[in-house]
C-alpha cells in the first residue's frame, strides 16, 4: 500500500493527536516509565525525540542515517522540559511541518507512527493497529526484508496474516500471525522467540538477520500492549 503524499500529511497529523491524547495528563509515574522497545528511553524521553525529529527536520537538522547521536541529542536538549512544553512545542511545529512535507515529502509520518506504538507498549493502552499508515509501513519494511533475504542468498520467506501475505506460496519457511504484528515484526519490533513462535513451516533462525531492520531484535516479546495472536 502506498499512500499520497495528502493522505501521508493526515496520517501524521492523526497520529500526532493520538500520541498527545496518551500521555497529556499521565502521572509522572507513567512518565518515568521505561519503553520496552526503546529500553533506554523513558515515556518522556520517546516524546521528546519524537518532537525533535520534527523541530530537527524542520530547522534543516536531519542526518541521513536518523544515528544515535542525534536523536539522543534531541532527548538531552528537552530533558528538564515536563510532557506539557513537549505539547506544547509540538503544536508549534504541527502546520510548518504539514507544510514542510507537502514540499519535500513525507519521511517524518512513519517515525510518528511507529513511536506511537512503541508509547502503547509501554504504558499498555493498545490501538491504532489497522491505519493506512501502519499499512504502509508494513508494506515498505516488509521490502526491506525480503531485500535481505536475498542479499543473503535465503530462499524467499512468506508472511502470512489475516488479510495481507507476502512471499510465495511454496516458501520454504512461513511466518503466520496477525497483520499488525507482522508489521511490528517487519520494524524490528518483535523478538526471536516471537518470530519462531509464529514459524508454522520451515526453519526461520537463518532468517532472524533479515529481521533487523531497524536494529538488533527485541530481548524480551513486545506486545505493544495487545495480545499477540496468530492469524
Given at each position: 500500500?502506498?499512500?499520497?503524499?495528502?493522505?501521508?500529511?493526515?496520517?501524521?497529523?492523526?497520529?500526532?493527536?493520538?500520541?498527545?491524547?496518551?500521555?497529556?495528563?499521565?502521572?509522572?509515574?507513567?512518565?518515568?516509565?521505561?519503553?520496552?522497545?526503546?529500553?533506554?528511553?523513558?515515556?518522556?524521553?520517546?516524546?521528546?525525540?519524537?518532537?525533535?525529529?520534527?523541530?530537527?527536520?524542520?530547522?534543516?537538522?536531519?542526518a541521513?542515517?536518523?544515528?544515535s547521536?542525534?536523536?539522543?541529542?534531541?532527548?538531552?536538549?528537552?530533558?528538564?522540559?515536563?510532557?506539557?512544553?513537549?505539547?506544547?512545542?509540538?503544536?508549534?511545529?504541527?502546520?510548518p511541518?504539514?507544510?514542510?512535507?507537502?514540499?519535500?515529502?513525507?519521511?517524518?509520518?512513519?517515525?510518528?507512527?511507529?513511536?506511537?506504538?512503541?508509547?502503547?507498549?509501554?504504558?499498555?493502552?493498545?490501538?491504532?493497529?489497522?491505519?493506512?499508515?501502519?499499512?504502509?509501513?508494513?508494506?515498505?519494511?516488509?521490502?526491506?526484508?525480503?531485500d535481505?533475504?536475498?542479499?543473503?542468498?535465503?530462499?524467499?520467506i512468506?508472511?502470512?496474516?489475516?488479510?495481507?501475505?507476502?512471499?510465495?506460496e511454496d516458501?520454504?519457511?512461513?511466518?503466520?500471525?496477525?497483520?499488525?504484528d507482522l508489521?511490528?515484526?517487519?520494524?524490528?519490533r518483535?523478538?526471536?522467540?516471537?518470530?519462531?513462535?509464529w514459524?508454522?513451516?520451515?526453519?526461520?533462525?537463518?532468517?532472524?538477520?533479515?529481521?533487523?531492520?531497524?536494529?538488533?531484535?527485541?530481548?524480551?516479546?513486545?506486545?505493544?500492549g495487545a495480545?499477540?495472536?496468530?492469524?
Open positions: 500500500m502506498e499512500l499520497s503524499d495528502a493522505a501521508a500529511i493526515e496520517e501524521w497529523t492523526q497520529a500526532q493527536a493520538r500520541v498527545i491524547a496518551l500521555v497529556a495528563d499521565l502521572p509522572a509515574a507513567d512518565v518515568a516509565r521505561r519503553v520496552p522497545a526503546c529500553p533506554d528511553w523513558t515515556v518522556h524521553d520517546l516524546v521528546a525525540h519524537v518532537v525533535g525529529v520534527d523541530a530537527d527536520v524542520l530547522s534543516g537538522d536531519e541521513d542515517d536518523h544515528n547521536g542525534w536523536t539522543q541529542a534531541q532527548v538531552d536538549a528537552r530533558a528538564g522540559r515536563g510532557i506539557g512544553a513537549l505539547i506544547e512545542e509540538w503544536h508549534g511545529l504541527t502546520e511541518l504539514r507544510a514542510w512535507m507537502a514540499e519535500h515529502g513525507t519521511r517524518p509520518m512513519g517515525d510518528v507512527v511507529m513511536h506511537e506504538q512503541d508509547l502503547r507498549g509501554a504504558l499498555g493502552t493498545p490501538g491504532a493497529h489497522d491505519t493506512p499508515a501502519m499499512a504502509q509501513l508494513r508494506d515498505r519494511f516488509a521490502a526491506r526484508v525480503a535481505a533475504v536475498a542479499e543473503a542468498g535465503l530462499p524467499p512468506a508472511l502470512v496474516g489475516s488479510t495481507w501475505r507476502t512471499g510465495p516458501a520454504e519457511v512461513v511466518l503466520t500471525a496477525s497483520d499488525f508489521a511490528r515484526a517487519v520494524q524490528s518483535r523478538s526471536a522467540d516471537q518470530l519462531r513462535a514459524t508454522t513451516r520451515g526453519d526461520v533462525g537463518r532468517y532472524l538477520a533479515c529481521f533487523e531492520t531497524l536494529g538488533p531484535l527485541p530481548a524480551r516479546p513486545l506486545s505493544d495480545t499477540s495472536s496468530p492469524g
